[in-house]
């Protein structure tokens, strides 16, 4: 009875029952991959299984659960959050990946784009998934992104203006940590104040911050003050909007702390599975694509259960978990699986392919001063008092990530690139690159001396493509993931522009005697293109394998509906939906879709 022991140990609030062979048995009308505390209880039938890996798989399991006569439950393959000192301060996000307990440590296989380097590619592995890992930016995109979504699909209702009561639905904005006078720094008519997600302006700043704005006024042509980017017209430099929770907290606001936080899970019929790791989804019935049964083990070498859905399974483990899934379970390319070994169920050529992320290049540069991050991350005196004020009081530096402000910069049209290249951005209120600005380096360990500026330059609207694949029939073996970073030469020109801009940026009058000198000293066209490739990374916005089409389509992975094509309860709510990355961080429209989705979910069941 070692399983059951160690089964037992996971759950906090109630019973577990398990069958007599290798059944898990419950009362859930959902079950949902991602979540909080463990408990089940064992009065009903099973109805709904969702696999989700953390933010939007924990925007549904809340709004099921507002009907108290649906049951949900939550496997989640990592630990709960709760207790993990460096997802609840803010600025110690960067401590959370990779090489950690909390991320999947994935790796990229070799990219061409970065002269054959390999990268780690960060994923959280604890409840809230990468929303209890990330660096809390909350940034919509521009609307142009969205009418393209419900272009692409033929679905209105992914349109910028459809999604505006999700964008409310998700977000409660709440005042920053140090209570300072918000007036002119957002627009209140393009926020939520009743929502889930408390959402704040930074509530500490940095010395650079107010060189940051100040350069807006000196060069406003080309980096025009934009008092609200979330207003879907997203161009120019402003304050960013953070995840931060609300009242006096003031920690990091994940999925896992707000769509389950502790007045949601008072709720009987929201229950929780933790370190669950799903291997793959199986048809209930053998010859019939009706894909309702979930098999997980406690562990990676523990035994497997399963647990049967009664109406539908909705996956949920993110861009890289949900296509690890489904081609594990037969869905996928049916030459390439027979090749592997594993039986092929559904043909969908397109699982896993279509992956599209944004490349990042961090710029810095050797400043005149000492009051920046790498002084405070390198002195564990100054850390420890700056911890205590945060416990204290809930104010000071750890109230903040590593950045307050942030820019979005379009190329004009006539820029000599498109003579060569057609416009990928979604739009013309649509940004090509973003430039993100942090008071000293963005990553420990931070060297003994010296004190830095860091701009980090990012690419937005990439035609390069990627993919997620395995090559073995063990469902725990590590994906395949190759996300083709910089494989375009559009991609490389318009970073070479990102990073010019950035520099030109930094030369304003603002930033007189504060920088003393550029790191690098690449110039040329060749030059750059060697510094991009030897330096790039990902910013970790994967999104696209398992991408929406319009219904009927013979290519995509599901339907507008987010129901996967040619089968029945099966269903998929994360970013791995969205056919293209949005031109911001994709933390926001994750959980607008998760929004929608479950609205989706209870009208299709309400009719039947």
């Not at 599975?273 to 083990?297: H, P």
Request: hydrophobic content about 40%; overall charge negative; glycine content about 8%.
């Amino acid at each position: 009875m070692r399983i059951f022991a160690i089964l037992l140990a996971l759950l906090y609030h109630a019973t577990l029952t398990l069958a007599v062979g290798e059944s898990l048995y419950g009362s859930f009308d959902f079950v949902i991959i991602g979540g909080k505390f463990s408990f089940l209880i064992t009065e009903s039938a099973i109805p709904i299984e969702y696999p989700s890996g953390g933010t939007a798989g924990n925007v549904v399991a809340n709004r099921l659960t507002e009907n108290p006569e649906n049951s949900v439950l939550v496997l989640e393959a990592g630990p709960s959050e709760e207790g993990i000192l460096d997802s609840e301060v803010p600025l110690f996000c960067t401590r959370l990946t990779p090489d950690t307990p909390f991320d999947w440590n994935f790796t990229t296989v070799p990219q061409v784009g970065l002269n054959g380097r390999s990268v780690p590619y960060a994923r959280g592995k604890l409840l809230g998934g990468s929303s209890s890992v990330n660096y809390m930016g909350y940034t919509r995109g521009s609307m142009d992104d969205y009418d393209r979504y419900a272009q692409m699909t033929g679905e209105p209702g992914w349109s910028w203006d459809r999604l505006q009561v999700y964008f409310r639905k998700n977000e409660k904005w709440t005042r920053p940590a140090d209570n300072h006078n918000t007036t002119g720094q957002f627009d209140p008519s393009v926020h939520g104040f009743h929502g889930i997600n408390s959402v704040s302006l930074p509530g500490f700043q940095h010395e650079i911050d107010r060189r940051v704005i100040q350069t807006t006024s000196e060069m406003p042509e080309e980096f025009p003050f934009n008092i609200d980017m979330n207003s879907g017209h997203q161009l120019g430099i402003g304050e960013l909007r953070v995840l931060i929770k609300r009242s006096n907290e003031f920690e990091r606001s994940s999925s896992a702390t707000s769509y389950l936080g502790p007045e949601f899970l008072k709720r009987k019929n929201l229950h929780v599975l933790l370190q669950a790791q799903v291997s793959r989804i199986c048809s209930t019935t053998q010859g019939e694509f009706d894909f309702k049964v979930v098999e997980f083990t406690q562990g990676v070498d523990g035994r497997k259960w399963q647990v049967t859905a009664k109406k539908e399974v909705i996956l949920s483990a993110g861009t890289i978990g949900t296509p690890h899934i489904l081609l594990n379970s037969g869905i996928g390319n049916s030459s390439t699986l027979s090749l592997l070994g594993i039986k092929p169920l559904v043909h969908l050529p397109s699982v896993g392919q279509n992956l599209s992320d944004h490349p990042l290049v961090t710029n810095e540069w050797l400043v005149n001063s000492t009051d920046t991050l790498d002084t405070l991350n390198r002195n564990s005196t100054l850390m420890e008092e700056a911890l205590r004020q945060w416990n204290k009081t809930r104010t000071g530096p750890l109230v903040v990530n590593i950045f307050n402000n942030l820019g979005w910069i379009r190329l004009p049209s006539n820029a000599s690139i498109f003579s060569q290249f057609q416009d990928p951005s979604a739009g013309p209120h649509t940004a090509h690159f973003e430039l993100i600005f942090t008071n000293g380096l963005t990553h420990p360990p931070v060297p003994e001396s010296g004190n830095f500026l860091s701009v980090i330059t990012a690419m937005l609207c990439p035609l390069s493509r990627g993919s997620v694949t395995i090559n073995s029939t063990n469902p725990f073996d590590p994906p395949v993931i190759d996300p083709g970073l910089l494989s375009s030469n559009f991609d490389i020109a318009i970073m070479r522009e990102a990073i010019r801009s950035a520099r030109r940026f930094i030369a304003a009058p603002a930033w007189s005697n504060y920088t003393i000198s550029l790191l690098s000293n690449a110039t040329t066209d060749a030059e750059l293109d060697e510094y991009i490739r030897n330096n790039a990374a990902s910013i970790f916005h994967p999104v696209g394998t398992a991408a929406m089409s319009p219904e009927g389509a013979d290519y995509g992975v599901v339907d507008p509906d987010l129901r996967v094509k040619g089968v029945t309860g099966l269903r998929v709510v994360d970013a791995s939906v969205l056919p293209v990355v949005p031109a911001g961080h994709t933390q926001a429209a994750t959980y607008v879709f998760a929004e929608r989705a479950s609205d989706l979910i209870k009208e299709f069941w309400k009719q039947r």
